[in-house]
Structure formats: structure tokens, C-alpha cells
């Protein structure tokens, strides 16, 4: 069965068995598409002139991109694998963007060859790439966020506004077809007002390629909406601010044919995925408890260390209820591999557990299996595919076939730990 009441229900269920898993006590990933569903109506209620492009990088799994394609959404691939992944689960080569601001000549030319013509450049040196190996794409120029907004992407992969100003003069020299602007309003600032600046820089980059007899029809919004720790409220504010910047300087009235995406990846699949790992070992001490679990650092945590020394980017809650009269106790979280950095957590709470026991980690889907390693052969290597209850009963009749179409087909078996998911590296079977 893929329908349950709860993710919960579908853990405690598919713990107790063994199929599709190579041994009862492996970890293993539950992907309720169910909720991407549910946060796609989300989106299309608060932001109905934005069109969505999955961003493969955060969760490169087939049967997710391809309900998202499926319902209307862009894919947004950023390597000749992200690509082969869209084009295999059906997405049309329209509706793809092939976003990597710099691009390997062979795979380039590999988009040229899929006819997949829209891309990005951020400089000169891009530019005359494109120019020389790919003529008739279809471009979009990446212009820069103001300085300090989310840094290290926007600053190495786009253009400030006097750049993109000499770039699209360039380009217009070049005979080439820039088409609109992409712009990275900045996801790690919190002030709901900085889509006001960049999205008002667009619009004089629009009116400048006018006045060179350029008609810009793209704007391109690279937004990480966060699906799992974003608040409906919190939602709703940054969706009307983006919303009013838009009206104010892209008024239907006066682009009533503007192509408006946004690239966005974390929203769709961060807690559409929760990972059920087991208790491996456990070691009792001073501080508390030691407890080794059989998912670690290289599985499904690496994004651990793009928080730096934060490593309380994951919360885990034991499965199955604990006894009463088991209080939460001091422990740490470690994965299975050999090496000693391979921290899940270094401060948690938790009752008394024993190995064998397992825990349930929610929102575990942006940029975890998707950097998953071979290390010490270790890895999420099982998806099972599911839809709740609690979520069918909001969706229409369409998007429930789509899901059933995805989910019948049971369970995911990644056979490759350091490769991204493509539909040759795993089969199906049933749960």
C-alpha cells in the first residue's frame, strides 16, 4: 500500500518489514509526494504569476521531478546529468533551463544537441563560449543582488548592474539572443524589502535593452523558498512582497506576455522527505549517551557542514513511543563510518534508546541524499513512495492520478551511493 495516514504510519509500517531492503535494519527514505503536491497549491495560490522551475541540485530524484513536471512546473538542470535526468522522466525541452552560470563546453554543446536553448551567463568570457560553440540560444543574463545579499552565490555567479549593462551591449553586438534577466534576490536575508532593488534594477535593464531594440520577455527569480521551516504567515509576507515589487515594476498591463519563473528546490523537497535511520551502537558516558546511527555525515547529513560548526540543522524523534518514565537524557549522534568528524548531532535529547531502535528524521530532503558519498560503503539507499491521507483529501482528481501513476510503481532502490539518482541506476518493486 502507498496510501497512509501519516508519514509517521508509513514508517512504523515499512520499518517492520525488509522488502525492498537489502537487510530489515538498513535506513531508508520516505518520500511523501503527496506534499509537494500540497506545497505546489501552496505556490500557485500565493504567487499565480510565477511560474515554478524545480531545482534539481537540491533532491535529484526522478519520481519527485517527474510528478513537479507533470504538474506544470520547469526543471532547472544545471549539468548534462540533471539533464538526461528531466528529459527521461517526460519533461519537454521547453520546459527546461540549463541554469550553470559556467558551463563545460561538452555539455553545452549536449543542450544544443537536446534542443534545450534556454541557459545563463554572468560574463564576457560565457558570453563568446556561447557565441562560438552554441549561437542560437536563448539567454538570460544573471544580474547581481545588491552587495551583502546572499554572498557567495551572488557575487560569484552574476553581474553587477554596470556589467550587465557592457554585457548586453555586447551581446546585441554579438547578434546573440538575450531574452531577459535572472536575478538572485538573496534567500539567506530576511528583510522582505530586498526584492524591491534587484527587481527594480531588472526592470532598467529591460527598458535599456529597449532602447537597443532588444525585447527582453524573461524574468528569471532564483528564490529559495523554504517549504519545511517557512511559515504559512511567513510565506504569505515574502510572497506579497515579491508580488508587489513585481506589479510595481512589471505591471500586467504593460507586460502582459512576461515569462516570470522563479528556480526555487528546497521548497518542493525539503520536507517532502524524511529519512528513518537505526540505532547501531551505543555508548554510555559522563556527558550523557553515545549512539551510532546507521546513516551519518556522508549518507543524508553532509549539509551538516555547510552550516559550518551548527550541527543542529536535523531533528530526530524516536518512531515508536517510548515507555512513560523515560525521560529525555543528554546524548550525541554519530554516523556509522570510521571517521571521527562523522557527527550527526552534538547536543540532543532524546529518551533512553536501545540498538535497534529507530528515529525519524522530517525535512530531511534539500541537499541530503543528493551529496550522499560511497564513503565506508555507506548510504540512504531505499526511497519508498508514498501519498497521506491528510493531504489527498486536498488536491483535485488530476493531480491524485499523477500521484497514483508515480506512487504504484513502490519503492526506489538506488544501486550507485555517489551518483545522482537517473532512472537506469534504480529499479522498482512494489512494498
Keep these: 500500500m502507498q496510501h497512509y495516514p501519516s508519514v509517521k504510519d508509513a514508517a512504523r509500517n515499512l520499518s517492520s518489514s525488509a522488502s525492498g531492503r537489502r537487510n530489515p535494519d538498513d535506513a531508508f527514505m520516505i518520500c511523501d509526494l503527496s506534499d509537494a503536491a500540497i506545497l505546489l497549491k501552496q505556490w500557485v495560490k500565493f504567487m499565480p504569476r510565477i511560474r515554478p522551475y524545480y531545482a534539481m541540485r537540491a533532491a535529484p530524484y526522478p519520481p519527485l521531478v517527474k510528478f513537479l513536471q507533470l504538474q506544470g512546473c520547469g526543471i532547472n538542470c544545471a549539468s548534462q546529468k540533471e539533464i538526461d535526468t528531466a528529459l527521461d522522466v517526460g519533461a519537454k525541452r521547453e520546459d527546461i533551463i540549463y541554469s550553470a552560470p559556467d558551463k563545460p563546453i561538452t555539455h553545452l554543446l549536449y543542450a544544443k544537441d537536446k534542443d534545450i536553448t534556454l541557459t545563463v551567463y554572468d560574463c564576457e568570457g560565457e558570453l563568446r ?13 544573471r544580474l547581481q543582488a545588491r552587495p551583502g545579499i546572499d554572498g557567495a552565490m551572488s557575487e560569484r555567479f552574476s553581474a553587477n548592474l554596470s556589467q550587465a549593462m557592457a554585457l548586453i551591449r555586447i551581446s546585441k553586438e554579438l547578434g546573440l539572443n538575450t531574452v531577459g ?11 522582505d524589502s530586498r526584492f524591491d532593488q534587484v527587481i527594480k534594477e531588472a526592470r532598467g535593464l529591460f527598458d535599456f535593452a529597449a532602447t537597443l531594440g532588444m525585447k527582453f520577455e524573461i524574468l528569471n527569480i532564483r528564490e529559495e523558498f523554504e517549504g519545511s521551516s517557512c511559515s504559512t504567515d511567513r510565506f504569505y509576507k515574502l510572497t506579497m512582497s515579491m508580488n508587489r515589487a513585481l506589479d510595481d515594476q ?13 528556480q526555487t528546490g528546497t521548497y518542493f523537497c525539503d520536507r517532502t522527505f524524511t529519512l528513518i535511520s537505526n540505532v547501531i551502537a551505543k555508548k554510555e558516558n559522563a556527558n550523557g549517551i553515545d549512539y551510532t546511527m546507521n546513516n551519518g555525515l ?16 536535523f531533528e530526530a524523534f524516536p518512531l515508536f513511543d ?22 550527526i548531532k552534538k547536543k540532543a535529547f532524546l529518551p533512553n534508546l536501545e540498538i535497534g531502535d529507530w528515529l525519524m528524521w522530517p525535512e530531511c530532503g534539500a541537499h541530503t541524499f543528493a551529496m550522499n558519498t560511497s ?45 545522482s539518482f537517473t532512472l537506469s541506476d534504480h529499479q522498482m518493486i512494489s512494498p
Design 129 to 141: 563560449k556561447i557565441y562560438t560553440h552554441f549561437p542560437k540560444a536563448r539567454l538570460l543574463l
Design 181 to 191: 534577466i535572472s536575478i538572485i534576490p538573496g534567500s539567506s536575508c530576511l528583510d
Design 250 to 262: 512589471f505591471p500586467e498591463e504593460i507586460f502582459p506576455r512576461l515569462n516570470i519563473m522563479s
Design 298 to 313: 556522508y549518507g543524508s547529513y553532509m549539509r551538516t557542514l555547510l552550516a559550518g560548526n551548527d550541527y543542529d540543522t
Design 322 to 343: 517510548k515507555e512513560s518514565g523515560n525521560p529525555e537524557r543528554p546524548c550525541r549522534l554519530y554516523g556509522p563510518t570510521c571517521d571521527g568528524f562523522d557527527v
Design 375 to 419: 564513503f565506508n560503503g555507506m548510504g540512504t539507499e531505499v526511497f519508498y513512495n508514498i501519498t497521506t491521507e491528510q493531504n489527498r483529501l486536498k488536491l483535485d482528481q488530476a493531480c491524485l492520478r499523477n500521484l497514483d501513476s508515480i506512487c504504484r510503481d513502490g519503492t526506489t532502490i538506488c544501486a550507485k551511493h555517489n551518483r
